[in-house]
């Protein structure tokens, strides 16, 4: 069975406290793993698509990457306005419906 | 542009009820799909479109309809509410294909009594 698991649930940062978020995945067929923003009250905000083993993707204190088995979100220098819920979700070969997302990881980060 | 949109944004019904959740999009995206939110439980995929005329179900089908009469529109029907069925519904587009991201709008909080 696929399955998509993200860790911590939940992660608390002082200000400028850099830390990494995990998504780690047991799928077949592999097409992309996609990290989402979500705000409270929100719906889901791509951020970032990666494809293949060794990607890298940077935007602004977030630096997303891939291995054959889990993606890492690094948090560099956080503000508070990062603060939110960051989602994981594999595409899976087989057609636009074979998607699968993650609970998620709940990131606070205190001024 | 407004991207996607959902309306109502909040609902009440009873057990029993039934009522047709709006999304509309005028991102001119051929692929839409209806997930909900549970707590401690990653979005799930309850019926999805690839083009005007063309629905399939998801995951957690059971308990809705849907229908793609146009681009834009993919609304969402719930044919009797249950309890089971509250939750924190999200309609998503993507310009198709299983290696695109997808574009959510904000929700419908959705309690049934």
């Known amino acids: 069975e696929d399955q998509v698991t993200q860790s911590p649930e939940a992660l608390r940062l002082q200000e400028g406290e850099s830390s990494s978020l995990n998504c780690s995945y047991t799928?077949?067929?592999?097409?992309?793993l996609f990290w989402y923003r979500q705000d409270p009250g929100k719906g889901p905000e791509f951020l970032f698509t990666l494809y293949s083993a060794g990607e890298e993707k940077e935007k602004e204190r977030l630096k997303a990457t891939l291995t054959k088995k889990e993606s890492f979100l690094h948090i560099t220098a956080p503000k508070p306005e990062d603060s939110a819920t960051y989602l994981c979700?594999?595409?899976?070969?087989?057609?636009?419906?074979?998607?699968?997302f993650g609970t998620g990881t709940k990131l606070q980060v205190i001024p | 542009n407004a991207g996607v949109t959902q309306t109502p944004k909040f609902q009440v019904l009873k057990t029993g009820q039934s009522m047709t959740l709006q999304c509309a999009q005028d991102m001119n995206h051929e692929y839409m799909s209806w997930y909900r939110q549970d707590p401690g439980m990653g979005l799930r995929l309850i019926h999805y479109?690839?083009?005007?005329?063309?629905?399939d179900q998801g995951e957690v089908p059971n308990g809705y309809n849907v229908s793609r009469s146009t681009t834009e529109d993919f609304p969402l029907r719930l044919l009797s509410a249950a309890p089971s069925q509250t939750s924190v519904y999200f309609c998503a587009t993507s310009t198709g294909g299983s290696n695109q991201p997808q574009h959510f709008g904000d929700g419908t909080r959705l309690s049934i009594l």
């Open positions: 479109s690839v083009g005007a005329g063309i629905t």
């Open positions: 799928v077949s067929g592999l097409r992309g």
């Open positions: 979700a594999v595409h899976l070969s087989g057609g636009y419906q074979k998607v699968t």
